[in-house]
């Protein structure tokens, strides 16, 4: 991703936008995505007629579902971020430029949580914002915010960072990471996924969400930082998959109430309450009860921060970590790991003959349904065998043909020895739960 940088422009004693604002238009695009409704939708007609012949209702092909966001340029040949939520389940993605261009766009990767996704469109030459440096970001600082809020393109809001790192709580999963960039640049429906930049046109942030009672701009916007931001494209556009490093602990943020139940006097950092096993953490030396200070130099004072920290690295990278134990500051270079506990790169994986993509079963996950292994289904197309057979997203492997699955090549081998004969049916019975924890069966036929 290009970087220059161009400094900010006063008019007498006040900060002049313009500048800021030409750079950043023509570098954010107009997202709007079809979704096709699964079910008919039932019509009433007339009674008397339809009690007869029609039983009361005539089914009519459904209409699609549409939605609209926006997205940020990051190369001339055409990746562009946005967010994960503006495209998620999306059957089709269209992207139209500043300049009135519009392009179908193809999903690259998607990270839930992050809420971060990356599309691609067959253009050259397209105009980009310089990347910023969102860890220089002070409270205070002004910024604007670019987007097509309510479908209305290009338009550009100014407003301050009213505060860094802040948790919202809007993310689902247990690996999510929300270390917003808090601003009441005005923000409303459409914005998601636009540009957060500085005075200089940088980009430093991805707008995301508002604090809202009403569903419009109230006075708060938030947006991911570009320091996380810049981690997850590149590991989307290079692997498929975001490459997530884990320290390898349960934490906690330190207030007064926790610090009494605790008896710790120091109310700065990240409390350790759960080491776990076989964990880059664990191995380094780090104990419970430990305060993790500090994250390769940068001094940590909430979970926000660590996570944020830790997101930026890779499986295999390591990564010094000091804590407070018991008074005392100690420092460990821990080797982050991924999420099947080593530090080798993790693949997308998917089985073409299924329709379907898979993520591996996580920790907290077996301890929730109280499985020894699985799979989760992460993405089902339209056409593929899975979504012929009822999967859904979301739904969690265990069984397959009443063996234990827990990766693709056990499911590969299965469909091995099924399509080989030694198997009465040609289908897969598989057994699982739902993101609820109900059991629910499915059969795939493989003829």
């Known amino acids: 991703m290009p970087v220059q940088c161009v400094s900010n422009t006063t008019v007498g004693d006040r900060i002049d936008f313009t500048q800021a604002a030409e750079m950043s238009v023509n570098a954010v695009v107009h997202v709007m995505v079809s979704i096709e409704n699964q079910a008919p939708a039932a019509v009433s007609r007339d009674p008397f007629f339809d009690f007869f012949f029609r039983d009361g209702r005539e089914f ?137 930049v500085n005075t200089s046109g940088q980009l430093v942030g991805i707008n995301t969400a508002i604090a809202s009672q009403t569903g419009s701009y109230s006075g708060y916007a938030f947006a991911i930082p570009v320091s996380i931001v810049s981690k997850v494209v590149s590991d989307l556009k290079q692997y498929g998959v975001v490459q997530r490093a884990l320290l390898g602990v349960v934490i906690n943020d330190i207030n007064a109430e926790f610090a009494k139940s605790k008896n710790i006097s120091l109310l700065e950092g990240v409390y350790v309450s759960e080491v776990n096993e076989q964990s880059g953490a664990k191995e380094a030396g780090i104990e419970k009860g430990d305060i993790i200070t500090h994250a390769n130099g940068v001094q940590v004072k909430s979970v926000a921060q660590l996570q944020e920290q830790i997101g930026r690295f890779r499986p295999g990278d390591k990564v010094k970590i000091q804590v407070n134990r018991n008074g005392q500051k100690k420092e460990f270079a821990v080797t982050l790991k991924n999420t099947m506990g080593d530090t080798g790169v993790v693949k997308q994986v998917g089985m073409t003959d299924l329709g379907a993509t898979f993520a591996p079963v996580s920790e907290k996950q077996k301890r929730e349904f109280g499985i020894p292994s699985g799979l989760v289904v992460e993405k089902v197309e339209k056409n593929g065998r899975f979504a012929q057979a009822g999967i859904p997203k979301g739904y969690i492997i265990v069984k397959v043909n009443n063996s234990y699955v827990n990766s693709v090549s056990d499911i590969e081998q299965i469909m091995k020895e099924v399509k080989q004969g030694r198997n009465n049916e040609q289908a897969l019975f598989i057994s699982g739960v739902n993101p609820s924890g109900k059991v629910v069966y499915y059969a795939v036929d493989l003829n």
């Not at 960039?181 to 914005?191: E, K, L, M, R, S």
């Open 60 to 196: 009519r092909q459904p209409q699609p579902r549409m939605g609209s966001g926006s997205g940020v340029i990051l190369s001339p040949d055409g990746y562009i971020v946005t967010n994960n939520h503006v495209v998620e389940n999306a059957d089709k993605i269209t992207v139209t430029l500043n300049d009135k261009r519009t392009f179908d766009a193809t999903l690259v990767g998607a990270d839930p949580s992050t809420d971060l996704a990356l599309l691609k469109i067959d253009a050259t030459d397209l105009p980009t914002l310089a990347i910023g440096n969102s860890d220089e970001l002070k409270v205070g600082e002004w910024v604007l915010a670019v987007g097509n809020p309510f479908n209305l393109t290009s338009t550009v809001t100014a407003g301050i960072v009213s505060a860094k790192a802040r948790n919202i709580n809007i993310l689902s999963g247990d690996m999510k990471i929300e270390s917003f960039i808090q601003t009441d640049a005005a923000v409303n429906p459409g914005n998601s996924g636009g540009a957060l």
